[in-house]
């Protein structure tokens, strides 16, 4: 038996008993001083792969959730979320690959102005927020994606999105374009 | 299968395109950056090869088409887009010696980055959006207690909360204040007026920071409020000619000098 | 590792995301046939044992509970909850955006008298601190936001806090009222 079954035991009863994920730092708070939470919490995950029941981490987050391949247990229950359109799922994307990311930014890579609605509706689904400010001229806001975000597609930090490396590389500035168009 | 996907994608606006022919709205796209896109796709080569001139044909050929159709407003983003095309093209048909080739290449090459950058972005949302999703196909426990337990709510406050639960005191007494600490204001008429005596004075370059300073320290007016002023007051002599500025970098520091006899 | 892994991890996804007790028969029914479900129940249930969920079964009906002797977890909780009245809110904030400021001005903005509670439970969480004392008659204490504060909302000083025209520029509808703020 592990020597930190108390631990354990404090972490399984919290993240069971909570529908949003719990912040690491909140269980630092409530276990004993000085326990190893990291290594807690990866020996935990291990006992529970391959079980009906997964420990994810998404962030500084973690959860308890029901492992994938049983989806076909719930398909009665599944709520389809309505669609977002088309510009929120592009704005999304665009935050969740360029964070932090202004709206200018944004703005540039979609070619198009970004409508207030669409900020706003993913602001409501708490899965984008503001960021530190980017110390460019203007020190405009910038926008991030949050721990809900990652919780919400299964992921646990942006690093692991798909396709990471060759979004980057294809950067966001495209200064460079409209000078030339205006200079010609 | 994502290859695949994106096909299907591709085929299907192609296929939309030729059945509603000219008559599609511009709502229907998101922008110029968006019809170049699938224009560019309908050329059937990487991004990367596309051909400028013929990719501008069909702009302005779909431009002239639906310009009748739509809105103005909403226009008017792909009338500058075309502007831009129909200026490159130009550049493209004048005879080789009198163009800078180099530059129309380049053009080429940041618009098909444009592109294969928007593309990219399509894809990803694809393959984002067809992830497995939380409630869809894994699910969080479905007893949660009845305290509402976790999430320490202070954790979840953000700046914007904090904006919000500002204005609402706002709204509850019914009046309006400003997030501005309205103090003193240097006016631009006292800016100018100092800086023109600084000019007479000195014939170095002198940093705006130490100009500030002074005029705060013998003002009181705010120290922002200072160097707005102070700013604004030396562009008026940079445009009549009698003021040079420099500033080597961004947020760098900002001097002056006097430019006359 | 137990034969009866598969129909184990059924359970405990089921048991884990529906909101009340599971009925055996609905278990029978959904589990392949002639699965020996009172044993793989039992199994479950030992293993289970001393940990920081139970399996509990009563009558027909099984469910996961936290184990009893963690109770003690949530009710540390219910009190950490109250910690930030909006009293506490909306003074932090008139603080953070005027300060340094005194206490007669944030109650001359809020139109009530601030509790002396609210400005010891920012204190406590060391989010204000007393500031230089103004130049006015009476030379009055002032409040400002500390190091933690901006640290916490991740602003590198107070000059970063978002105004309002900026938000309104970013798309963000910052008039509608948050359901956060609803109960305060």
Redesign the interface.
Known sequence: MSKFIEQERIIEALLFSSQDPVSIKRLVNILPKNSEVDTIIANLQKKYEGRGINIKRSGAFISFRTAKDLEYLFNEVKVQKKSLSRAARETLTIIAYHQPVTKLEIEEIRGVSVASGTIDSLMELEWIKLGRRKNTPGRPLTFQVTEKFLDYFDLSSTKDLPGLKEMKDLGISVNKVNQKFEDG | MNNNSQEIKTTQYIEEREQTGFCLNLDGY?????L?LSLAKNQKVDLKKIQLALLADQYLEYIKEVKDKVKLDLLA?YLVVAS?LT??KS?LIIPEEEINED?VE??NE??A??L???E??????D???S???????????????E???????????????????????G???NIQ?S?D?KKNYLFLESAISFIEKKLLANKDWMLIQDLVREIHTKSGAQIKSCLASMFCGSLEFVKSGKIELRQSN??GDISLLGRNK
Chains 1, 3 share one sequence.
């Open positions: 998101e922008g110029p950056l968006d170049l983003d831009w200026f490159l550049k530059n380049k053009i940041l618009l980055l444009r294969q950058r928007l990219a972005v399509r894809k990803y949302e393959l984002l959006f992830r497995k999703k939380l409630g869809e196909n894994f699910f969080a426990s479905g007893t949660p207690r305290v509402e337990v976790i999430k320490d709510d202070i954790i979840t406050l953000d700046f914007i909360d904090l904006l919000r639960s500002y204005l609402l005191i709204n509850k007494k204040f997030l600490n961004v947020f």
